[in-house]
């Protein structure tokens, strides 16, 4: 079974994700991660992301995105794999900075770069019961989920939950400046993403939309839950 989970930067997708996947014994795949890995590549390599993007860049993302290992590892104690590597090189922190948050969506918007991304995410998701997050899953990679969902907030408390979320893989505190710059970011991220040719984000015509503003994520949680309940006529839960 496949569970798609799509929406924009800071929705709750990641959280939500990881404990519906957790709840029911599937496995757990950000596919955000992936774009995230390839565009911290691109710029360990100096690849120019200036757009309209160059021949030269483009087959440069084309080699990395298709070459490159991206591996996903479950750390002690972790009920999902949530450690990124690249070419065995644990990428975990690096692709969350502010400079991988700017590149990745000109690099997500390739062609090159989506189509070998999606076959990958494709082979997984078909290897197992898997709860797969993004901005395409619905649309693009798995049309035929069992369910999809759209999971949405206003982007003021997506930029409070990413700020909180990143100040605290640092140990810091809150940041009133750090806020008002994760919210500029998260606009223009989602404004770009939306708008690209190539699977933009938007909701499936027969997605479920989740509006997480203001909810409990285990509300958000128990909510999925009763749909895959119903979705399989039994209690979905281990
Ligand atoms: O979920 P995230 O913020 O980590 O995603 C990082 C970027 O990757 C985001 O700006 C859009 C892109 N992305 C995408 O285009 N398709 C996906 N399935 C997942 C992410």
Do not use: H
């Not at 999971?151 to 100040?167: D, F, G, K, M, S």
């Amino acid at each position: 079974m496949i569970i798609a989970i799509d929406g924009p930067a800071g929705s709750g997708k990641s959280t939500i994700a990881k404990l519906v996947a957790a709840r029911l014994g599937f496995t757990y795949l950000d596919t955000g991660a992936m774009y995230r890995a390839v565009a911290w590549r691109a710029l360990e390599n100096d690849v120019d992301m200036t757009e309209p993007l160059s021949e030269a860049s483009l087959k440069a993302l084309g080699v990395i995105a298709s070459e490159e290992e991206i591996r996903f590892v479950r750390r002690p104690g972790e009920t999902q794999a949530s450690q990124v590597f690249i070419n065995d090189r644990d990428v975990s922190a690096e692709i969350r900075t502010p400079t991988v948050d700017k590149a990745v969506s000109p690099v997500s918007a390739q062609e090159v770069v989506r189509a070998a991304l999606v076959k990958q995410q494709r082979k997984i998701g078909l290897a197992c019961d898997t709860v797969m997050e993004g901005r395409d899953i619905g649309t693009v990679v798995f049309p035929e989920a069992e369910l999809k969902v759209f999971l949405t907030a206003c982007p003021e408390e997506r930029a409070q939950r990413r700020t909180i979320q990143n100040a605290s893989r640092q140990g810091l505190f809150f940041d009133e400046d750090v806020y008002e710059q994760t919210l500029a970011s998260i606009i223009s991220r989602d404004a770009y993403d939306s708008t690209r040719p190539t699977s933009p984000l938007k909701a499936a015509a027969d997605s479920i939309e989740i509006d997480s503003t203001g909810m409990a994520i285990e509300t958000v949680v128990k909510y999925v839950i009763d749909l895959v309940e119903d979705i399989r006529g039994m209690p979905a839960e281990q």
